[in-house]
């Protein structure tokens, strides 16, 4: 199949996908599918923007850029989010060009059109009689908190069922005491790749053998079933059975939700979260094990508690731990280039060189992140040439699965409307 198959021939595309095999060439290399994914799915969903953290004070902001559109991301004089186009109301010009910053109000640069952090117009100089500024507020943006982690949509009627699922993901998250707490740094990389082969990457650990560090921390026998297990792990699963059994007893006795639940793609907010341990000490992504900082996250009793790992579809993980909290989200450039963005949360009072060493905290995340690079960059070399023919996923890999169906039912759903 061309690379460069006209989206017109989608409909003929998502037909013959079988179950259980990888996209064919033009999903990931094609520019007229990069614009669909742009449209179908990013500015139709619930995207993870931004850490609470990152918006510490009334008037600090974020600038987000998703395909042509701009979604200025700011905290309120009444330290509530807002989200607003980063469009000028007078004649469209942009208005923050920084990734960050922060304002008093919200000026653009141009005709020095003045708005307050809600987005309402405070000033237009020289206008016509009559001219009425409630008319031309900024356009806002849909925009959520969950547990300190904010989501935006584009959309002007977005996916219902994204309150059910902040219910359900909320009582996991909240214990960790986010929204209190501060960034330790912040991470971009760029991958050389197509933003699904990115998400694709992310969903399975069949290539972890790949990760020496995060192998570390996490127990080798994740991603086989248990009858799968081959006999030179099997020490490593007993070790994992110990684990998750001490483990299960310490989140009952704290009152820390554990189960997993697991929606990937069988709602139009795909998501799957859970608790569980991690290896040697138990507490942290470290090459040990130990906690990576000194002050926990919350008031907890103990550090060993694994690791909360959530998924949100389409463009997001997390992994929470006593001690820090780590957050990922991707966001296409183009179509083989994607931004994947990792922030690292302590508490508000961890002091950088006293209670945490920054390297040690970013170390198995900034190496694995790395090394995913490198795979998705090959990944999409390899899925540009003309020899590429989809392959069959690994029931390892099923999380993988899950990820293009919920895409592809995306991409149905919008050839539908």
């Not at 086989?224 to 297990?229: K, M, Q, R, V």
């Not at 198995?364 to 996923?393: C, E, I, K, M």
Request: glycine share 8%; proline share 6%; net charge negative.
């Amino acid at each position: 199949m061309n690379a460069r198959t006209p989206a017109a021939d989608l409909g003929g595309l998502l037909a013959r996908r079988p179950v259980g095999q990888s996209l064919e060439a033009p999903f990931y290399v094609g520019e007229e599918f990069f614009g669909l994914d742009v449209e179908a799915v990013f500015a139709r969903h619930w995207l993870f923007v931004a850490a609470e953290a990152e918006l510490p004070e009334p008037g600090d902001y974020v600038t987000v850029n998703v395909g042509p559109y701009s979604v200025i991301v700011v905290r309120d004089d009444d330290e509530a989010v807002q989200a607003f186009h980063n469009v000028c109301r007078h004649r469209g010009a942009r208005i923050l060009n920084e990734e960050r910053g922060s304002v008093g109000n919200i000026v653009c640069g141009y005709h020095r059109w003045t708005y307050g952090l809600d987005g309402k117009l405070l000033h237009a100089e020289s206008q016509a009689p009559g001219f009425d500024p409630s008319c031309f507020g900024l356009r806002s943006v849909h925009v959520r908190s969950v547990a300190g982690l904010v989501f935006i949509c584009l959309a002007e009627e977005p996916p219902a069922d994204f309150d059910e699922v902040a219910e359900r993901i909320a009582p996991y998250i909240e214990p960790h005491n986010l929204r209190q707490a501060k960034v330790a740094t912040q991470i971009d990389l760029v991958e050389n790749g197509n933003w699904k082969l990115t998400m694709e990457n992310n969903r399975e650990c069949y290539h972890c053998g790949g990760h020496p560090e995060l192998q570390c921390s996490l127990f080798p026998i994740y991603g086989y079933a248990e009858e799968d297990i081959p006999p030179v792990l099997r020490p490593a699963y007993e070790r994992y059975l110990k684990a998750d059994a001490e483990a299960r007893g310490t989140y009952e006795s704290l009152g820390l939700p554990y189960e997993a639940i697991e929606e990937l793609d069988t709602r139009t907010t795909g998501f799957r979260i859970q608790r569980e341990p991690l290896d040697l000490a138990g507490e942290s992504f470290t090459e040990d094990g130990t906690a990576a900082c000194r002050r926990l996250l919350a008031d907890f009793p103990t550090g060993r508690l694994g690791r909360l790992s959530l998924h949100m579809q389409p463009n997001a993980w997390f992994h929470f731990m006593a001690d820090h909290a780590i957050t990922f989200s991707v966001i296409p450039l183009a179509e083989d280039r994607t931004l994947v963005r990792t922030t690292w949360l302590v508490h508000p009072d961890a002091v950088e060189g006293v209670d945490y060493d920054l390297d040690t905290l970013t170390r198995v995340w900034t190496a694995t992140n790395d090394q995913d690079a490198v795979f998705v960059a090959r990944a999409q070399q390899g899925v540009t040439s003309p020899a590429y023919l989809p392959g069959p996923y690994s029931p390892t890999e099923y999380q993988v699965e899950a990820f293009v169906n919920w895409y592809v039912t995306r991409l149905k759903a919008h050839l539908e409307q």
